[in-house]
């Protein structure tokens, strides 16, 4: 199993930026990938960014120039740096990990709000 726990989140004007971090119970490099995901009311649960332990990056169109998604293997932090933030990114982030043999585990979330 593998505790996530996010931090880093909250109010910013359209425009600014954000640094979400999430820390893993364990060694990150035993886990398959990571990613973070958001949820608004209403509609699904949407990938932002993902990072495999092999250092590979993924991201949705929507974020792609404005998010980096990045790994500290020393403090087993995964972080999701976030520029020039829309009011369209104002939702729930959530820090998911994938673990070959076990499953996935998420985090509890952390709120980003962003005004216009």
């Known amino acids: 199993q593998v505790q996530l726990v996010e931090s880093g989140g909250g109010l910013v004007q359209a425009g600014g930026s954000l640094r979400l971090s999430c820390a893993a119970s364990?060694?990150?490099?035993?886990?398959?990938?990571i990613g973070w995901y958001r949820q608004v009311p209403g509609k699904q649960r949407e990938l932002v960014a993902r990072?495999?332990?092999?250092?590979?990056?993924n991201y949705a169109d929507s974020v792609k120039g404005r998010f980096t998604i990045s790994r500290d293997n020393a403090k087993n932090t995964v972080n999701l740096q976030m520029n020039s933030l829309k009011p369209e990114d104002t939702a729930i982030y959530y820090c998911?990990?994938?673990?070959?043999?076990?499953?996935?585990?998420w985090g509890q979330g952390t709120q980003v709000t962003v005004s216009s």
């Open positions: 998911n990990a994938e673990v070959v043999l076990s499953g996935t585990y």
């Open positions: 364990r060694n990150i490099f035993s886990i398959n990938a």
């Open positions: 990072i495999t332990n092999g250092g590979t990056t």
